[in-house]
């Protein structure tokens, strides 16, 4: 069976496909929930401490995880090995290092480097994807607001 006919493999990816789309929507609705983002310092600084305690705040945090936990249960099949309890409260308490340590403890000596970059590039990707998303809803929503528009 070839890679692209595994079902396994077809799910890991749709699963770092649905990270990158969490990402850019929720971009995009940030900036349009939250327009000040966009604007000066001071207003920023305001409206990250509404987003932070905001429900959409929540609801990406734990569509994230889910998306993540998708993965690494494909993954985990596929490589016919069982996660402790442990490292599954790792993924969700800080992603960024406990994932890296299992692809480091699952993969054999030469794939570990590659599977830990491609890691990295799934954050980096993300990134990307969640500022396009914020361009895609400041174009939306009309652009920041400007400084004299209430006067």
């Not at 509404?50 to 596929?78: H, M, N, T």
């Not at 994807?129 to 607001?145: E, K, N």
Request: aromatic share 12%; hydrophobic share 50%; net charge positive.
């Amino acid at each position: 069976m070839s890679p692209a006919d595994d079902p396994l493999q077809r799910r890991k990816t749709q699963a770092i496909a649905a990270v990158f789309g969490i990402h850019l929507v929720f971009g995009a609705v940030l900036v349009m929930l939250h327009p000040d983002l966009a604007s000066n310092q001071e207003a920023m600084q305001q409206a990250m401490v509404s987003v932070r305690s905001s429900g959409v705040s929540y609801l990406y945090q734990i569509a994230v995880l889910v998306a993540c936990f998708v993965w690494l249960g494909c993954d985990s099949r596929q490589l016919d090995i069982r996660r402790p309890w442990w490292l599954n409260l790792g993924v969700i308490f800080l992603t960024s290092v406990f994932v890296p340590y299992y692809l480091y403890k699952t993969r054999p000596a030469g794939q570990r480097g590659a599977a830990i970059m491609a890691f990295l590039g799934i954050l980096f990707g993300s990134f990307v994807a969640m500022s396009a998303g914020m361009f895609l809803g400041l174009a939306i929503h009309g652009g920041p607001p400007s400084a004299g528009a209430g006067i």
